[in-house]
């Protein structure tokens, strides 16, 4: 198991303690593989296997990469630390780099707000899931209002 030691970033040990918790990564329910659920894991696949060509043309680049065929660089537009954006995903190794915030406005979204996730009710914290899911885990069959399958 991985530790959580000085000098990582919040990020960095936010995903560690993911990973230690046995809880799937969106709806906090106990996983079955690495990351998900059950139910979230079919999901999951199921994005895959729609957007094969996606991963198809991630994969290609992030091998390119690797090999140092492509050299990562910084944001067109501000010259700040850049991710890859394909505009054409028939073309794997031509892409743009943009920082996250210009990657963002690409793709037509607002910047990321966090506090929208703590205080919009519409996303419920993980600890409201797991107090969830704990409730339902121990309710009867009789009394529960989730059909069993």
Same mark, same amino acid.
């Given at each position: 198991?991985?530790?959580?030691?000085?000098?990582?970033?919040?990020?960095?040990?936010?995903?560690?303690?993911?990973?230690?918790? @046995?809880?799937?990564?969106?709806?906090?329910?106990?996983?079955?593989?690495?990351?998900?659920?059950?139910?979230?894991?079919? /999901?999951?696949?199921?994005?895959?296997?729609?957007? /094969?060509?996606?991963?198809?043309?991630?994969?290609?680049?992030?091998? /390119?990469?690797?090999? @140092?065929?492509?050299?990562?660089? @910084?944001?067109?537009?501000? @010259?700040?630390?850049?991710? /890859?954006?394909?505009?054409?995903?028939?073309?794997?190794?031509?892409?743009?780099?943009?920082?996250?915030?210009?990657?963002?406005?690409?793709?037509?979204?607002?910047?990321?707000?966090?506090?929208?996730?703590?205080?919009?009710?519409?996303?419920?914290?993980?600890?409201?899931?797991?107090?969830?899911?704990?409730?339902?885990?121990?309710?009867?069959?009789?009394?529960?209002?989730?059909?069993?399958?």
């Amino acid at each position: 198991m991985a530790e959580i030691r000085d000098g990582m970033t919040r990020q960095q040990k936010n995903q560690i303690r993911h990973q230690n918790s @046995g809880l799937c990564s969106i709806c906090s329910k106990p996983r079955i593989n690495a990351t998900y659920c059950e139910i979230h894991r079919e /999901a999951y696949r199921n994005r895959q296997r729609k957007n /094969a060509w996606k991963h198809k043309s991630r994969a290609i680049l992030s091998r /390119a990469l690797m090999l @140092g065929e492509i050299e990562r660089q @910084g944001c067109e537009k501000c @010259g700040e630390k850049a991710e /890859a954006h394909h505009t054409d995903y028939s073309k794997p190794l031509e892409v743009q780099w943009l920082c996250p915030k210009h990657h963002r406005e690409s793709h037509g979204q607002k910047s990321f707000n966090p506090r929208v996730f703590k205080t919009n009710p519409k996303y419920p914290t993980p600890e409201y899931m797991r107090e969830r899911y704990r409730r339902l885990k121990t309710e009867t069959p009789q009394t529960s209002a989730i059909s069993p399958r």
